[in-house]
């Protein structure tokens, strides 16, 4: 564990003295996010194990890799960050990302859970081991630091110290709308979506408010996938897919100014935020008896009829 740097002055910004923890910090959104948080005041623990986009390769952990070079650019502007190189899938690394946040700051106030990878296959093509390793990585990564942390703001409410805490959990179009190719990350954040409500809902009266991220932006997992859309503008136009647009949502999120805000999806692309609705009772048909399955039908039929067309998904011809 690196020790922060002693603070020249006082803090200030939107998130001052926030102590605020980000997964997958290393890279592209994650690293984005700690960035526009030290420039608003908060102190950082960056957490990443510097993969590949795929999750292969050696772990660099505490000892340097992208974690490292982001904690240093932030010590560079003046402000406090440390690194955490744990694995946030299993109990212990994510025990340990809280720990370090308490060891390192004496406090947290923030959770972003964003580390994640890629491994794209048609469902025919598509082994148990891809499926587990982005099931693993994108939910269990999620539910396990987001478990800790809401464990240590129990303990404080019990203590009579509720927090302001908050929690930003990342999501995808993919798991709002499904994308082709991509059945084991579409599944994986359609459950961050409802993990996201549950935690909502029960930790709210620890002062935590929980909402999720649907963002669009310029990555190694978007780059390649989507090479088209992500490409980089001509100089001087303004940079659509840049990480950093997506970031100051985040902040905000992750700030005590979101009061009252929890329980919600968004999405944020460029210069564009969107509140996403999700399911809700459409059209409805009730007729107090047993249907027999041709008389389902046919109610199902005239309920289409009326009811929106459903969002189309990526890739889909």
């Given at each position: 564990?690196?020790?922060?740097a002693?603070?020249t002055a006082?803090?200030a910004g939107?998130?001052?003295?926030?102590?605020?923890a980000?997964?997958?910090g290393?890279?592209?959104?994650?690293?984005a996010?700690a960035l526009?948080f030290?420039?608003?005041?908060?102190r950082v623990?960056?957490?990443?194990l510097?993969?590949?986009p795929?999750?292969?390769?050696?772990?660099?952990?505490?000892s340097g890799?992208?974690?490292?070079?982001?904690?240093e650019?932030i010590?560079a502007?003046?402000?406090e960050a440390?690194?955490h190189?744990?694995?946030i899938?299993?109990?212990?690394?994510?025990a340990?990302?809280?720990?370090t946040?308490?060891?390192a700051?004496g406090?947290?106030?923030?959770l972003v859970?964003?580390?994640?990878?890629?491994?794209?296959r048609m469902?025919?093509?598509?082994?148990?081991?891809d499926w587990?390793?982005?099931?693993?990585?994108?939910l269990?990564?999620h539910?396990?630091?987001?478990?800790y942390?809401?464990?240590?703001?129990?303990?404080?409410?019990k203590?009579?110290?509720t927090?302001v805490a908050r929690?930003?959990?990342?999501s995808?179009g993919?798991?709002l709308?499904?994308?082709?190719?991509?059945?084991?990350?579409a599944?994986a954040?359609?459950?961050?979506v409802a993990?996201?409500l549950v935690a909502?809902?029960?930790?709210?009266?620890y002062?935590v408010?929980v909402?999720?991220?649907?963002?669009?932006a310029?990555?190694?997992?978007t780059e390649?996938?989507f090479a088209?859309?992500?490409?980089?503008?001509?100089?001087g136009?303004?940079?659509a897919m840049a990480?950093a647009n997506?970031?100051p949502?985040v902040?905000?999120?992750?700030?005590?100014a979101?009061?009252g805000?929890?329980?919600r999806?968004?999405?944020a692309?460029a210069?564009?935020?969107?509140?996403?609705?999700?399911?809700r009772p459409?059209?409805t048909?009730?007729?107090?008896a047993r249907?027999?399955?041709a008389?389902?039908?046919e109610?199902?039929?005239r309920?289409l009829a009326d009811?929106e067309?459903p969002?189309q998904?990526?890739g889909a011809?």
């Amino acid at each position: 564990m690196t020790a922060p740097a002693a603070p020249t002055a006082p803090r200030a910004g939107l998130c001052a003295d926030r102590v605020v923890a980000v997964t997958g910090g290393g890279r592209g959104l994650g690293r984005a996010h700690a960035l526009a948080f030290a420039a608003e005041g908060a102190r950082v623990v960056v957490n990443d194990l510097g993969v590949a986009p795929d999750g292969a390769g050696i772990r660099t952990g505490d000892s340097g890799g992208p974690a490292r070079a982001v904690v240093e650019e932030i010590l560079a502007a003046g402000g406090e960050a440390v690194v955490h190189g744990g694995d946030i899938a299993t109990a212990a690394g994510a025990a340990a990302l809280v720990a370090t946040a308490l060891d390192a700051f004496g406090r947290l106030d923030t959770l972003v859970n964003n580390a994640g990878f890629l491994r794209d296959r048609m469902l025919v093509n598509l082994d148990e081991d891809d499926w587990d390793a982005v099931v693993r990585v994108h939910l269990r990564g999620h539910f396990l630091p987001l478990k800790y942390a809401a464990a240590h703001w129990r303990a404080e409410t019990k203590a009579g110290r509720t927090p302001v805490a908050r929690v930003i959990n990342t999501s995808s179009g993919a798991g709002l709308l499904g994308s082709v190719g991509q059945g084991n990350y579409a599944a994986a954040k359609a459950g961050i979506v409802a993990l996201t409500l549950v935690a909502a809902a029960e930790l709210g009266r620890y002062g935590v408010h929980v909402n999720a991220l649907a963002p669009a932006a310029r990555t190694r997992m978007t780059e390649q996938t989507f090479a088209e859309a992500m490409a980089a503008p001509g100089e001087g136009e303004f940079d659509a897919m840049a990480p950093a647009n997506v970031s100051p949502l985040v902040v905000w999120l992750g700030s005590a100014a979101s009061e009252g805000v929890t329980g919600r999806v968004f999405e944020a692309e460029a210069g564009r935020i969107t509140v996403m609705e999700g399911w809700r009772p459409g059209p409805t048909e009730d007729r107090g008896a047993r249907r027999s399955p041709a008389e389902a039908g046919e109610t199902v039929r005239r309920l289409l009829a009326d009811a929106e067309k459903p969002g189309q998904v990526y890739g889909a011809s």
